[in-house]
């Protein structure tokens, strides 16, 4: 059986908390892309923002600069144009450094590096403006059809900022990202630990439940070894004990020559404790072909109130012996039900037994039979209508009360259980194995019926079995 | 497992506070958060429930570039300390490069703390790690509590064990920085042993070290409680 605690070894890389992001996977693109304009629409500055490999996240452009477009017409000015775009967006930017470049038109960018734990994952390309207190830039010659004019209107139409006012902005802005990149972090961390952490304890439970299982399965195989070679033990005992026995008898029957009255005492004992112990054995044998499942019952259509009198005169000559008087009661005829005869004769022989061993001296035993109805099993649900529920199931109940000792009601509910006394010591006063109630209560309920009990302690107890006339099949 | 990347030029420690339910694992972090520089730290992320118990972790990165152009990370991290959150402490286990333990000091926490250690064990194992091969550090926290283990008592187990002892009191902000460059220097060690970082990215020990505790000053009086050969938990 493998180790429930053993679980594959994760690949060390595999966790979130080993990822690296990109500014893409921690920011919700569109609700930047808000932030970014409101920013604009707060400053009248265009701007860029590019992630680490220099891809254009977001751009934000201002309907002021008209200046760059004019000048991109010209292959002259859109080469000088594509040279500045490739200087910043490469440029080496370091945490926390704010750098100011001037474009070949005199219009100035600032770069703003984007961090998160240290790394530079982006930047921020802001421009461009005119810093105020520069004179207007003047635009050299960008080929023929350059018109100075034009480009002169453009350039007076060009947003103005003071340089410590847009150094602030682009600061603000970068501490806005690294907030956002933050908020993003801390979002995929928890999200995808959480998936991580459950499908961890899934991947552990179900080893666990696997290694279970196996047990499991190992532990009813044992099981059933166990019930046969209980089952194969007791028989195999029971046959050699059959012929002490049998050898007993002859022998005190005279047929090996006359004995002693001593040696006929000796003799009785050896058969007494002989059937004493073939009785146990047979419980042994019984309960182990319950408990294995391979009790096979005869089921036949039988007077239940002739079971009753086999079972009273089995257990006549024991009460006579202990002053005890056992009477049979049967109120109305009862039908006659499908039972095996012999196991529900040995489950009254074994409760009246009871209720002779336990009894007190000139105590009663009163067996009554009679006609009872229990509730189907469906019906004592309540799911399902009353007008749909099956009608009471007819039986026949065969009660046997005494005068004895009674049992203490915290043991009521466990008298039924296997190897179970009472009082432990009273094994050796009553005799018994503690198995002749659990094996009372198996063949009843083999029978689709059920045996209860009642007990006033002091007073007596009332044991009940109630058996159905019609055997479920 | 320590991530380097030679292309960025940035090299990520994992560093675990590990230990039983409320033995001041997080507080140990914070006490940290508070002491380094903010040029060196970010912000010290905690992942609590309603009434302050960890529930996934704690996450404080520490970084700095080093005069060859290097950056090094060292994320800090705490693990959930109640049972329940086991699956979680393995899954934070993964690819450490240092632990330090926060045992509790006091007396009747000792059972817990040799769970949290075998349990520890057993996680590092799970994912693939041997406890013999990760640096680990022991701070003895809460010393400022009654009903502590005393410190003979601590002195003499710490003799007797192969982890540095720390004492600490992480609520009060002692000890917290003296096991934290402990774990850090171990950890320095055992990967340059194993990636020649030394020679790669031209930082020394002691440069490391003052990178990250810079003027958060550690009180020389606390050094680890030299250790002695045997091992065994704490």
Known sequence: ?473 | MVQINLEQREITLKIVYYGPALSGKTTNLQAVHQRLSPDTRGRLMVLDTSDDRTLFFDLMPVYFKTSSGFTIKIKLFTVPGQVMHNSTRRVVLQGVDGVAFVADSQKHMIRENNDSWRDMANNLKLNGLDIKEIPVVIQFNKRDLDEVRSDEEIAEVAQKGTEPVYQASALQGTGVLETLEGILRATWRNLDKKYRLEEKLQVEEDEFISHILGNAKTDTAQRPQEPGRQGGAP
């Not at chain 1, 399965?217 to 049998?246: C, M, W, Y």
């Not at chain 1, 039972?339 to 067996?367: C, E, H, P, T």
């Not at chain 1, 009872?372 to 529920?389: F, I, M, N």
């Not at chain 1, 179970?420 to 019926?449: F, P």
């Open chain 1, 1 to 473: 059986m493998s180790d429930p605690g053993q679980v594959a070894a994760p690949d060390a890389r595999a966790s979130v908390l080993q990822k690296t992001f990109s500014l893409e996977e921690l920011l919700d693109l569109d609700s930047f892309r808000e932030v970014c304009q409101s920013y604009f629409d707060l400053f009248q500055i265009g701007f860029k923002i590019f992630d680490a490999d220099g891809e254009l996240l977001v751009d934000v452009k201002s309907g002021s600069n008209d200046l760059c477009g004019y000048l991109f017409t010209f292959s002259e000015g859109k080469a000088r144009c594509a040279r500045e775009v490739s200087l910043i967006r490469e440029l080496p930017l370091e945490p926390g450094v704010i750098a100011r470049h001037d474009c070949f038109t005199g219009l100035r960018y600032l770069l703003a590096p984007i961090v998160h734990e240290g790394s530079v994952m982006g930047r921020i390309v802001y421009g461009p403006y005119l810093p105020t207190g520069t004179s207007p830039p003047v635009v050299g010659s960008m080929g023929e059809k350059y018109n100075p004019d034009i480009a002169a209107r453009l350039v007076a139409q060009l947003r103005r900022a003071q340089n410590e006012v847009v150094d602030k902005v682009v600061r603000h802005l970068a501490q806005t990202i690294e907030v956002m990149l933050y908020i993003g972090y801390k979002h995929a961390l928890t999200s995808r630990m959480h998936v991580e952490a459950v499908t961890a304890s899934y991947t552990e439970l179900q080893q666990k439940n696997r290694a279970l299982q196996e047990s499991y399965q190992r532990l009813k195989e044992l099981d059933r070894l166990k019930s046969n070679f209980l089952a194969t033990v007791s028989h195999e005992l029971r046959t050699p004990l059959t012929s002490v026995i049998g050898y007993s008898e002859m022998l005190q029957e005279g047929l090996a020559g006359e004995l002693t009255e001593e040696q006929k005492s000796y003799v009785g004992t050896i058969m007494e404790k002989g059937e004493q112990l073939l009785g146990l054995i047979s419980g042994i044998l019984d309960f182990s072909k319950i408990e294995s499942g391979n009790l096979q019952l005869n089921p036949a259509a039988i007077d239940p109130v002739e079971i009753a009198k086999s079972a009273v005169s089995t257990v006549l000559p024991l009460a006579r012996k202990q002053g005890v008087t056992v009477e049979l009661e049967s109120l109305d005829s009862p039908p006659t039900i499908q039972a095996d005869g012999d196991k529900l004769r040995q489950v009254l022989v074994n409760i009246m037994g009871n209720a002779v061993k336990f009894n007190r001296q000139n105590g009663r035993v009163s067996v009554r039979v009679e006609r009872t109805r229990r509730p189907s099993r469906e019906s004592g649900r309540d799911d399902v209508p009353v007008a749909l529920a099956p009608p009471d199931e007819e039986c026949v109940r065969i009660q046997v009360a005494d005068t004895g000792v009674g049992i203490p009601p915290d043991n009521l509910a466990r008298i039924f259980d296997s190897f179970y006394q009472v009082d432990g010591s009273s094994t050796r006063e009553y005799g018994g194995t503690g198995l002749g109630l659990a094996i009372a209560r198996s063949l009843v309920e083999i029978h689709g019926g059920t045996i209860d009990v009642e007990s006033t302690q002091g007073q007596g107890s009332r044991f009940s079995v109630v058996i159905p006339v019609e055997r479920e099949t």
